[in-house]
């Protein structure tokens, strides 16, 4: 990844101290016309149980669970590692494996999808993992971080071969 690339969130300002309903109200103008303009369309909604973001290829549309609202008008960036999974779901637009063919193509993607995911993490982490940073946090903020930590840990102690060996057989078992 070259030195310039940059995030949307990136134009954002982070309301942690200072003029925090000042910041808040330009990051969710910002918010709205990133929201808008960007492909696929991202967007917030109910979702399923342990879901956080979900990419549905009939609509190119991102649907963040709409706890996660606030926390996007607080700490837009905390999203940053949920939409760079879901991207790649975007740009991979596979289907549901039905066979062993289709089932390795969807683990390359999955896989693709969680290096993206951690990568972004890497990014940001500095910034939520310490206590006072995270007591700012809403509580799904709070969560997401938990979340994150939680997931990332599980690919570092598994190394990212193992990993993709659980997914396979998650995946098989729902074919």
């Given amino acids: 990844m070259s030195s310039d ?12 101290g200072g003029d925090t309903v000042g910041k808040a109200k330009d990051n969710i103008a910002q918010l709205t016309e990133m929201l808008e303009q960007e492909s696929p369309k991202t967007e917030f909604g109910r979702l399923g149980f342990d879901t956080d973001a979900h990419y549905d290829k009939a609509t190119n549309t991102i649907t963040i669970a709409e706890d996660y609202r606030n926390t996007m008008e607080q700490e837009p960036a905390l999203l940053d590692p949920l939409l760079a999974h879901e991207r790649v779901h975007a740009a991979y637009q596979s289907d549901d494996p039905v066979d062993e063919a289709s089932l390795q193509a969807y683990v390359d993607e999955e896989m693709a999808a969680y290096q993206a995911e951690y990568d972004a993490w890497q990014r940001i982490k500095p910034q939520y993992t310490s206590p006072e940073d995270r007591a700012a ?3 799904a903020g709070k969560e997401l971080v938990g979340r994150y930590e939680f997931k990332m840990n599980q690919i570092e102690e598994a190394g990212w071969e193992s990993y993709r060996t659980q997914l396979e057989q998650q995946y098989r078992e729902r074919m």
């Fill in 137 to 139: 946090l809403d509580p």
């Fill in 5 to 16: 690339f940059q995030r949307p969130t990136d134009k954002l300002k982070p309301t942690l």
